[in-house]
């Protein structure tokens, strides 16, 4: 006989409550003061050893029956004569499916989940012969066959699964179930097994739903994790355009406490290229998230790689994600201006010196399509008017993506009311008396981020003597007005570009801006700091293919998290015809990454680019797990037994296979000694209402 | 029993008798709760001092028929007359320990006290002397027979102060009491006879051997007669202190068969030697014990 809980055989203990009960009672008897015990010590003689012999009896059956019961908990199962009535195929089709998703990689008492489902493993092929048909499925979200044969081999097998670590991705246990059985289907064998040993996730199964009837006999064999609390970063959100150097950049970092019950306290970290640049402490509450927002300045250039990490838990696979930043280094600048852009032009290159801005200079009238090739911005500035051909290859330019900065000028008109729409009315005017001045803008917008409090109110007492009026501008494109409301400075996106409009007249007789310390600054800020709002970057996913779009110089290679260097496909679609760089974007179709990291995309000897790849840790981490039968129920399993950690595996096949459970026999005899036991305590009741019927 | 009978009958209910402070209302109240009781009931006839004339009953005795106002009225009427009979009544009251015993109600002793004040007093009424002898393993208190209204005073007094005493040996008591008490008299013994029956019978006879008529009221609490005790029990012997654990569901077949036997036997014999047996429960009311008195009163006469 085997017992598949033989933990709840302690529960015999429980055999010593009815005599515990029996002692303690004989102890508390009431003492009632009587006449004489002349009449009661003769009749007392003769009835007690009867008395003493029923009551002995009646604790010989209370024992009897919790004996009976806290056995049937333990969940015997009877071999040797029963094992007739189930006879045993000579051989079996037997495919086991092995969880291997990131949540396997909780860390409980005895290691890591994964290495107790490794185990269960190994008891599962100790029960398998050499004529069985088997296969070692591992999943999460797909599945690979690990090991598959029609003569089983347990060496090979085993030898296999000892390299075997979990992966980084979730579950996919319906699927898996479906792989499992379809092998099964294609057996010749006529008794078919199916063990799935998960920790049965409930994000990995899903709803319930109805699946045909199925031949195989299913085990599901629990590995859990144990209880606990799990904290995880879900997801760190870097800013989607490149930054420039000495900008601050701002993570959004949105962090999970799973636990119900339990408040959790660390701290996070923030590193960069290997460094910890800033630690803070952080609670959360039970069950709750807390989202936290994180700045630092950026100095270095180029592609910057990013860790959020906390104190490793339970689960450290979602303790760690990873970010990338992108710092640019110059922003190309193409100026075409006519002999009045002499301002404009020292205020984008002061002194002939390249600050953030690698500045061309063109004159209208020299101004080629092939001009605007290596430019990211163009600046459409003073003196000259722009030709109608030359208006439609900077507004091609804009729409591919670029971006221009238009100082609204008499001159421009034409091309100002290309791409700014039909609706903007402009008046150019000359104040012959009097002045415009900047209205005072609420707080600080990103535009004046260079500006403190003290600049800003000098900004807003500069004179203009000249400047464009303009209406028709919607209100919310608006970044900067005149003090009579008319815009100052707007913004418009075309395409997949972007315009920004500014009423300035870069010559000092227009008015007191052009010599003033702030022009530079202003017109600078024109061009790095506006720009279309883009949803923030998550990275890339484990698993998931990614796609990068890019100039490419040459054949490009991608270096995966793993170290494993790969030529990507690319799609073959050249977009874009203007004279945008490199003459067109193509698009990368990386691979699924298969463990966190970095991607880096080479170009050549450059890198164009780095993804970082992080875990989906909004599918596991709340280590959810659903108990067997319930697993079972929602999978549509019927003819499915399941092993629960505790219990013996051995047993539990041997149960299934040739074996009977007698639980219920058990309890069945238990309730046959209870009622035993009331008939005759009643009958004592009976004879005591007798009793008091003579008296 | 008419309806005002019975509410005199429940004023002589012992619950309610003992709730009265003073002996003497106590008495008072029983026995003239019980003559009240008796004019109204068959037993007028044999009252005890001269009441009143009243109408002849059809089959009654026509001794005490008055001839004179048969003669004046023609009609019938019966003369009651006062007792003038003097009798030596000694009332013999067991304080043994046993008799310290209640199921609920009243206690033996206390039962046995308020019955022997009521016949004090009655007996007082009808200028019978009256002694008092109180015991337990031998005599404690002998108070000498008188018939005035004084004495009566004592009596009760003595038996308000009543305390139960130790063990019994009621056999020892009645032979000292038969060797004191030199005239011939009523013997009325007050006890629950929890003692060697036979000797309590050697004795009684010892009593009749000299020439007196004895009542015995036996007073048991009525849980002694039926065992009715619930789930397993430690009895303790109220005078022994001895200790006995038993399931009285399981024994009460046989106690009761016992108890019945003692007291069968009990009854043989004293109706053998000419003895008034009276077994009472202290559930009982007291007229019902004041009628047996006045029964083998009557007899006596």
């Known amino acids: 006989m085997n017992f598949l809980n033989p933990l709840f055989l302690l529960s015999l203990l429980a055999v010593a409550?009815?005599?515990?009960?029996?002692?303690?009672?004989?102890?508390?008897?009431?003492?009632?003061?009587?006449?004489?015990?002349?009449?009661?010590?003769?009749?007392?003689?003769?009835?007690?050893?009867?008395?003493?012999?029923?009551?002995?009896?009646?604790?010989?059956?209370?024992?009897?029956?919790?004996?009976?019961?806290?056995?049937?908990?333990?969940?015997?199962?009877?071999?040797?004569?029963?094992?007739?009535?189930?006879?045993?195929?000579?051989?079996?089709?037997?495919?086991?499916?092995?969880?291997?998703?990131?949540?396997?990689?909780?860390?409980?008492?005895?290691?890591?989940?994964?290495?107790?489902?490794?185990?269960?493993?190994?008891?599962?092929?100790?029960?398998?012969?050499?004529?069985?048909?088997?296969?070692?499925?591992?999943?999460?979200?797909?599945?690979?066959?690990l090991y598959g044969s029609e003569r089983f081999d347990r060496d090979v097998l085993l030898g296999s699964l000892g390299e075997i670590v979990p992966s980084w991705r979730g579950t996919d246990l319906r699927e898996a179930v479906s792989a499992g059985r379809a092998f099964l289907r294609k057996s010749r064998h006529e008794t078919k097994e199916l063990f799935i040993i998960s920790d049965f996730q409930r994000s990995g199964i899903g709803r319930r739903t109805r699946v045909p009837a199925h031949p195989e006999r299913a085990f599901l064999v629990p590995v859990r994790p144990g209880p606990g609390a799990n904290v995880s970063i879900e997801t760190v959100l870097t800013p989607r355009a490149a930054l420039h150097g000495g900008e601050v950049a701002r993570l959004s970092i949105l962090l999970r406490n799973n636990a119900e019950h339990k408040k959790a306290r660390f701290p996070l970290e923030i590193m960069i290229d290997g460094s910890r640049i800033i630690e803070k402490e952080i609670e959360i509450p039970p069950g709750g998230t807390r989202e936290e927002s994180?700045?630092?300045?950026?100095?270095?250039?180029?592609?910057?790689?990013?860790?959020?990490?906390?104190?490793?838990?339970?689960?450290?696979?979602?303790?760690?994600?990873?970010?990338?930043?992108?710092?640019?280094?110059?922003?190309?600048?193409?100026?075409?201006?006519?002999?009045?852009?002499?301002?404009?032009?020292?205020?984008?290159?002061?002194?002939?010196?390249?600050?953030?801005?690698?500045?061309?200079?063109?004159?209208?009238?020299?101004?080629?399509?092939?001009?605007?090739?290596?430019?990211?911005?163009?600046?459409?500035?003073?003196?000259?008017?722009?030709?109608?051909?030359?208006?439609?290859?900077?507004?091609?330019?804009?729409?591919?993506?670029?971006?221009?900065?238009?100082?609204?000028?008499?001159?421009?008109?034409?091309?100002?009311?290309?791409?700014?729409?039909?609706?903007?009315?402009?008046?150019?005017?000359?104040?012959?008396?009097?002045?415009?001045?900047?209205?005072?803008?609420?707080?600080?917008?990103?535009?004046?981020?260079?500006?403190?409090?003290?600049?800003?109110?000098?900004?807003?007492?500069?004179?203009?003597?000249?400047?464009?009026?303009?209406?028709?501008?919607?209100?919310?494109?608006?970044?900067?007005?005149?003090?009579?409301?008319?815009?100052?400075?707007?913004?418009?996106?075309?395409?997949?570009?972007?315009?920004?409009?500014?009423?300035?007249?870069?010559?000092?007789?227009?008015?007191?801006?052009t010599l003033s310390p702030y022009f530079l600054p202003l017109v600078q800020q024109l061009l790095l700091a506006t720009g279309p709002e883009l949803p923030p970057d998550e990275g890339a996913v484990v698993g998931n293919a990614v796609t990068w779009e890019g100039p490419f110089t040459a054949e490009p290679l991608c270096r995966m998290p793993g170290g494993e260097m790969l030529k990507p496909r690319m799609d073959g679609v050249r977009r874009g015809k203007g004279?945008?760089?490199?003459?067109?974007?193509?698009?990368?179709?990386?691979?699924?990454?298969?463990?966190?990291?970095?991607?880096?995309?080479?170009?050549?000897?450059?890198?164009?680019?780095?993804?970082?790849?992080?875990?989906?840790?909004?599918?596991?981490?709340?280590?959810?797990?659903?108990?067997?039968?319930?697993?079972?129920?929602?999978?549509?399993?019927?003819?499915?037994?399941?092993?629960?950690?505790?219990?013996?595996?051995?047993?539990?096949?041997?149960?299934?296979?040739?074996?009977?459970?007698?639980?219920?026999?058990?309890i069945l005899a238990a309730i046959a000694v209870f009622v035993l036991e009331l008939v005759i305590a009643q009958r004592k009741h009976d004879a005591a209402e007798e009793s008091r019927d003579v008296g | 029993?008419?309806?005002?009978?019975?509410?005199?009958?429940?004023?002589?209910?012992?619950?309610?008798?003992?709730?009265?402070?003073?002996?003497?209302?106590?008495?008072?109240?029983?026995?003239?709760?019980?003559?009240?009781?008796?004019?109204?009931?068959?037993?007028?006839?044999?009252?005890?001092?001269?009441?009143?004339?009243?109408?002849?009953?059809?089959?009654?005795?026509?001794?005490?028929?008055?001839?004179?106002?048969?003669?004046?009225?023609?009609?019938?009427?019966?003369?009651?007359?006062?007792?003038?009979?003097?009798?030596?009544?000694?009332?013999?009251?067991?304080?043994?320990?046993?008799?310290?015993?209640?199921?609920?109600?009243?206690?033996?002793?206390?039962?046995?006290?308020?019955?022997?004040?009521?016949?004090?007093?009655?007996?007082?009424?009808?200028?019978?002397?009256?002694?008092?002898?109180?015991?337990?393993?031998?005599?404690?208190?002998?108070?000498?027979?008188?018939s005035v209204r004084r004495h009566l005073l004592h009596l009760l007094r003595t038996l308000d102060d009543l305390t139960p005493g130790s063990r019994t040996a009621i056999s020892r008591a009645l032979h000292e009491m038969a060797d004191r008490i030199r005239r011939r008299g009523l013997v009325v013994l007050i006890s629950d006879l929890m003692d060697d029956p036979e000797s309590i019978m050697n004795g009684l006879k010892h009593f009749r051997h000299r020439g007196h008529e004895i009542v015995i009221f036996h007073i048991l609490d009525p849980i002694e007669l039926s065992l009715d005790y619930r789930g397993e029990v430690r009895f303790v012997d109220r005078e022994t202190g001895e200790k006995l654990r038993a399931q009285p569901w399981f024994l009460k077949k046989d106690y009761v068969r016992n108890v019945h036997d003692w007291i069968s036997w009990l009854e043989l014999r004293c109706k053998e030697n000419a003895i008034d047996y009276n077994k009472i429960t202290t559930e009982t009311t007291f007229d019902q014990a004041l009628v047996n008195y006045l029964n083998k009163r009557r007899r006596l006469r």
């Open chain 1, 17 to 145: 409550v009815p005599l515990l009960i029996h002692i303690f009672s004989r102890r508390r008897v009431p003492e009632v003061p009587f006449s004489t015990l002349r009449f009661l010590r003769r009749s007392d003689r003769r009835s007690m050893k009867r008395v003493n012999l029923r009551r002995l009896l009646l604790l010989l059956l209370r024992m009897l029956g919790v004996m009976l019961v806290a056995l049937a908990f333990a969940r015997p199962v009877m071999r040797g004569g029963l094992a007739a009535l189930f006879p045993v195929a000579g051989s079996k089709a037997v495919c086991i499916l092995l969880d291997r998703s990131y949540s396997m990689r909780v860390e409980a008492d005895e290691g890591q989940v994964f290495s107790q489902a490794a185990v269960r493993v190994r008891q599962v092929v100790d029960h398998l012969g050499k004529q069985d048909e088997v296969a070692l499925l591992l999943f999460d979200e797909s599945q690979e066959t």
């Open chain 1, 294 to 513: 994180v700045g630092f300045p950026v100095e270095k250039t180029g592609w910057i790689e990013g860790k959020v990490r906390k104190r490793s838990d339970r689960l450290p696979a979602d303790d760690e994600r990873y970010f990338t930043l992108r710092v640019r280094e110059k922003m190309n600048v193409l100026l075409i201006s006519g002999d009045k852009g002499f301002y404009l032009e020292q205020a984008l290159c002061p002194g002939g010196v390249e600050g953030d801005i690698s500045l061309r200079r063109k004159d209208w009238a020299d101004f080629t399509s092939a001009d605007l090739d290596r430019a990211e911005a163009v600046v459409l500035g003073p003196g000259g008017g722009a030709l109608r051909r030359d208006a439609g290859f900077i507004e091609r330019f804009v729409r591919s993506g670029g971006k221009a900065l238009v100082f609204v000028l008499p001159e421009l008109e034409p091309l100002v009311r290309l791409l700014g729409g039909a609706s903007p009315r402009i008046e150019f005017r000359l104040m012959e008396t009097g002045f415009l001045t900047i209205e005072k803008p609420h707080g600080r917008p990103d535009l004046l981020l260079p500006f403190n409090a003290a600049d800003i109110d000098a900004l807003v007492r500069v004179k203009f003597r000249r400047a464009a009026a303009v209406t028709g501008v919607p209100a919310e494109a608006v970044l900067l007005r005149f003090d009579t409301g008319t815009p100052f400075i707007w913004e418009k996106s075309l395409g997949s570009g972007h315009v920004v409009f500014t009423a300035i007249d870069p010559v000092p007789e227009a008015g007191g801006l």
């Open chain 1, 579 to 666: 004279s945008h760089p490199g003459g067109g974007e193509r698009t990368l179709l990386i691979p699924p990454p298969e463990s966190p990291g970095f991607i880096t995309i080479i170009d050549g000897q450059n890198v164009a680019g780095r993804v970082a790849v992080n875990i989906d840790s909004r599918k596991e981490s709340d280590l959810d797990c659903l108990g067997g039968e319930e697993a079972a129920d929602s999978l549509g399993l019927e003819n499915f037994l399941v092993i629960e950690e505790g219990d013996n595996l051995a047993a539990g096949i041997a149960t299934a296979r040739e074996g009977r459970e007698i639980s219920v026999l058990l």
């Open chain 2, 1 to 146: 029993m008419t309806a005002r009978e019975t509410r005199l009958s429940e004023f002589l209910r012992p619950e309610v008798v003992s709730r009265l402070a003073n002996m003497d209302l106590r008495a008072r109240l029983i026995v003239e709760g019980f003559i009240a009781g008796l004019h109204r009931s068959p037993y007028h006839g044999f009252s005890v001092e001269f009441a009143e004339f009243r109408q002849y009953n059809a089959g009654e005795s026509a001794r005490n028929v008055d001839w004179k106002i048969y003669a004046k009225t023609d009609r019938y009427y019966v003369r009651v007359f006062e007792d003038e009979t003097n009798l030596n009544a000694t009332l013999l009251l067991d304080r043994s320990a046993s008799m310290d015993f209640t199921s609920g109600g009243v206690t033996k002793l206390r039962y046995a006290t308020l019955l022997c004040a009521a016949l004090s007093y009655l007996m007082i009424r009808q200028r019978d002397a009256v002694g008092l002898a109180v015991f337990d393993e031998r005599v404690e208190t002998l108070i000498p027979h008188r």
